[in-house]
Each structure stands twice: as structure tokens, then as C-alpha cells.
């Protein structure tokens, strides 16, 4: 029994051995066989990225440097030189592997035509230019001129160059002649104004380059100059003919304790103004009185002008519905009424008449950047103060419901009409649930609904 009872034990443990190997080495462990193994691979991975860091930020100014001396060489070869030099270097390598001698000859012709034209790229130049446009705004259909003075300002003479002037998508060539120390040389140019738009004319570059067209070195002489083609407006009588009755301010529901309008009297409370006090009534009935009024809002004026392409059905439908908007805000404008503009691209600048034009210039239909035309106007004009009166302004696309959906933005104190525009279409007044809609086919109608509107 002693020795029974001694070798149990040892046998005991043998098996918890045998066990412990089976379970450490069976695919349920949860320890890793070779736990070393994966943190010397992270330790080796981080050092990698330390040295990639390092590499980079020894190398990059380098290549920032070589980028700065190379690229200019690279930027004047054209599209067609890069084409020529690959062909030329295609016809050597097969004239090199074949032994084909037409190839030879191709490829040496090739390159030695990009050779030639370098000659064409090399010299100074000394110019001033000066480029004006006179007016810089006019109306779509207007004529409208500009001027290119350029001047040798150096003090050698200057061989015959091009000078090239980007006007709008096109662009103005000018042959220069030879030039004297400080002669001028004035080139004109019509700009075309039959569409409503910003026409950036500039900046004026000379160039330098060969005949065929391989390798251009241009130069920039003159910053751009923009021309504002102004939308076609007509002139409304004042006051938007009764649009903005209360010019003077409108009397709201607010009770405040100083304003114009009377509303009524309440007792004396520590800290009014006494210049307030009604002292007829007080001394009647022995007890302070003052006067209270109603609060007067002077004119607010929002109109919404819904520039999303897919509610008007052409150009010209478009642009009538930006004149009927121009001429509506540029009345407002002189009349001196508080106003904001707005559309899918945001707020438009309204300080001046000019200013205001100058805005309606840049206006292009957009996409459908958010889900409704409700969801654009509360966007717009969440932040903007409470208006008293707001014009819809919208294309054929635009229906009664969307209009009546913009129309439940704002309070039953705001007089609310909605343009309508419909290219060719009868002009008509209708209510529709206390919406005004005018509906306009042609801009020679405004003034006419806008009058009927008022009386």
C-alpha cells in the first residue's frame, strides 16, 4: 500500500503534464505557439515605416527642388512635341533592334526637328501691357469694345512677336511687330456680349515658340480684367407699384414699451421711463400710468429665386426668369427698401444696383442640390431677419404645389406672390389660397402685372 500509494502521485502528475503539452499544442489554445514571432515582425515593420519616414523627408525637398528646375523646361513642350519625341524614340528602338534604316532616318529627322524649334524658345522680353475694356458693364446684346496697349519698356528692341489674349472660352491672337526702346503698339478687339455673363478677358500673354508648334514658351504680361454682361431689366414704377406698401414700417402684434404706435396703457412699474407716463390719466384715477405700444417692423423684403435647371424648360426661359429677378430687386433697391436675394448658390449682393446686376451675372442653373424646392428656400433664408414680403421667382417646371410648399415657410403676416415664368405664356394674375402667382411669357409684361398688382 505504501508503494501503491507513493506512485500514484508521480503517475498523477505525468498525466497533468501530458495534458498541459496536449492542450498547449492543440488548435483550441489560446496562446500563440511562438508568441516571440509576431512581435518581432511588428518591431520589424515599424522600423521599415520609420526608415520610409525618414527617406521621405530627405528626399522631398530634393524633388521639390528638381521639380521647381525641371518643370518649366518640360512645361514648354506641347502635346504634339511630346508626340513627336515618342515617335522618335519608338522609330530609333525599332531601327536599333530590326536594323531597319527607314527607322533610322525617322527617328533622326524627328528628333532633329525638336532640336531646331528649341532655337525658337530662347530670349528676352521687356514688355508693358496694359489691357482696358470700355465699358466694363454692359447689357446682353450691347456693344462692347477693349484695348491692348503694349510698350516696350526695355532698352534693346524687340523682334516681331504673338501676343495671345484669352477673352472669354476664346482667346485674341496679335502679331507684334519689331519694337524700339519704349515704342507702344495698341491693337482693338470687339468682346461678344450676346449671353448674359462674367467675361474675363486676360491675363495677356506673349509667346514664343516654333512654326509647327512643338515647343511654346508663354510669359504673362497683365492681369484679367473681367466685363459684366448685365441681364436685359425694365423699370417698374416705385415702390414696386404697392409690392412693399408699409415702406415706413409695418405694425406687428409685439407689445414693447417704446415704439410709434399707441396700443394702450398699464400701471407704473419700477424702471419705466417716465418721459412715458401718461399724467392725465394718472392724476384722474391716483395711480401711475404709461403708455404702451405696438412694435412697427420697418420693410423686409426676400425674394427667392429658384436657379435649379430642371424647373425651367430652356436657356431663354432661364434667363427671362434672372430679368424679371434683376428688375424686380433693382426697383426695390432705389426705392430704399431693406432686401435679400437668394438662390442655390446663396446670397446675392444687394447694396447697390449695380452691385446687385453684377451678382445676376454669375447666376447658372444648378443641379438639385438638395431634395425640394421647400428644402432650398428654408435653407437660405433661416438665418436671414423676417420678412414682410416674399417673392417666389421659378420656371414652367415650378408647380401650384411646390409654390404653396415654399409659401408654408413663413407667417400669415407675410405677403407672399410667386413669378410664374413661362416662356411665350398669356400674362394672368390668379390667388391661390392666399398666394399671389403672376404668371409672365414675356419681360415687356412685368411692368404692366406689377402695376395691376398694386392697384
Given amino acids: 500500500m505504501t508503494t501503491d500509494s507513493s506512485v500514484i502521485p508521480e503517475q498523477r502528475a505525468g498525466d497533468e503534464r501530458a495534458s498541459a503539452a496536449r492542450t498547449g499544442s492543440g488548435l483550441g489554445s489560446s496562446s500563440p505557439m511562438h508568441p516571440a514571432a509576431p512581435r518581432w515582425f511588428a518591431r520589424a515593420v515599424e522600423s521599415a515605416r520609420r526608415v520610409l519616414r525618414g527617406t521621405a523627408a530627405v528626399a522631398s525637398p530634393a524633388v521639390r527642388a528638381a521639380v521647381r528646375v525641371v518643370g518649366p523646361i518640360v512645361g514648354i513642350v506641347t502635346p504634339l512635341g511630346w508626340l513627336v519625341l515618342a515617335l522618335a524614340a519608338v522609330s530609333l528602338a525599332l531601327s536599333v533592334i530590326f536594323g531597319w534604316q527607314e527607322f533610322t532616318f525617322l527617328g533622326t529627322v524627328l528628333l532633329a526637328a525638336v532640336v531646331v524649334s528649341v532655337a525658337f524658345?530662347?530670349?528676352?522680353?521687356?514688355y508693358g501691357v496694359v489691357v482696358e475694356l470700355n465699358p466694363r458693364r454692359v447689357v446682353v446684346g450691347d456693344r462692347a469694345l477693349g484695348r491692348m496697349v503694349v510698350t516696350n519698356v526695355g532698352s534693346?528692341?524687340?523682334?516681331?512677336?504673338?501676343?495671345?489674349?484669352?477673352?472669354?472660352?476664346?482667346?485674341?491672337?496679335?502679331?507684334?511687330p519689331a519694337m524700339k526702346p519704349k515704342e507702344e503698339h495698341e491693337e482693338l478687339f470687339a468682346v461678344p456680349t450676346a449671353k448674359r455673363a462674367v467675361i474675363v478677358a486676360g491675363p495677356a500673354e506673349s509667346v514664343r515658340g516654333d512654326q509647327i508648334g512643338l515647343l511654346r514658351r508663354a510669359l504673362k504680361w497683365a492681369d484679367a480684367v473681367d466685363l459684366f454682361v448685365h441681364p436685359r431689366t425694365v423699370r417698374?414704377?416705385?415702390?414696386?407699384?404697392?409690392?412693399?406698401?408699409?415702406?415706413?414700417?409695418q405694425v406687428s402684434n409685439k407689445i414693447t414699451?417704446?415704439?410709434?404706435?399707441?396700443?394702450?396703457?398699464?400701471?407704473?412699474?419700477?424702471g419705466d421711463d417716465r418721459r412715458y407716463v401718461h399724467w392725465r390719466t394718472s392724476a384722474r384715477i391716483g395711480q401711475l400710468m404709461v403708455r404702451q405700444f405696438q412694435e412697427t417692423r420697418r420693410s423686409q423684403l426676400t425674394i427667392i429665386h429658384a436657379s435649379r435647371g430642371d424647373l425651367y424648360a430652356s436657356e431663354a426661359e432661364f434667363e427671362l426668369a434672372i430679368s424679371v429677378t434683376a428688375s424686380i430687386a433693382a426697383q426695390v433697391i432705389r426705392d430704399g427698401t431693406q432686401m435679400n436675394v437668394v438662390s442655390e448658390t446663396g446670397l446675392w449682393r444687394t447694396q447697390t444696383?449695380?452691385?446687385?446686376?453684377?451678382?445676376?451675372?454669375?447666376?447658372?442653373?444648378?443641379g438639385s442640390r438638395l431634395d425640394t424646392v421647400r428644402s432650398f428656400a428654408r435653407e437660405q433664408t433661416r438665418r436671414l431677419p423676417a420678412p414682410s414680403v416674399v417673392m417666389i421667382v421659378a420656371g414652367s417646371g415650378m408647380s401650384t404645389a411646390d409654390f404653396r410648399s415654399v409659401q408654408s415657410l413663413f407667417g400669415q403676416d407675410t405677403s407672399q406672390v410667386a413669378f410664374h415664368i413661362v416662356e411665350g405664356a398669356e400674362p394672368t394674375i390668379s390667388a391661390v389660397a392666399g398666394l399671389t402667382v403672376i404668371t409672365?411669357?414675356?419681360?415687356?409684361?412685368?411692368?404692366?402685372?406689377?402695376?395691376?398688382?398694386?392697384?
Avoid: W
Fill in 121 to 126: 524658345v530662347f530670349g528676352r522680353a521687356s
Fill in 236 to 249: 417698374l414704377v416705385p415702390s414696386a407699384a404697392g409690392l412693399v406698401r408699409d415702406l415706413e414700417g
Fill in 353 to 366: 444696383v449695380t452691385s446687385m446686376l453684377d451678382a445676376s451675372c454669375r447666376i447658372e442653373p444648378e
Fill in 257 to 270: 414699451n417704446n415704439d410709434i404706435a399707441f396700443h394702450a396703457l398699464r400701471p407704473y412699474v419700477p
Fill in 440 to 455: 409672365i411669357g414675356d419681360l415687356n409684361d412685368l411692368s404692366k402685372l406689377v402695376r395691376g398688382l398694386g392697384g
Fill in 156 to 176: 534693346r528692341a524687340l523682334p516681331p512677336t504673338r501676343m495671345e489674349l484669352p477673352v472669354g472660352q476664346g482667346v485674341a491672337e496679335f502679331q507684334l
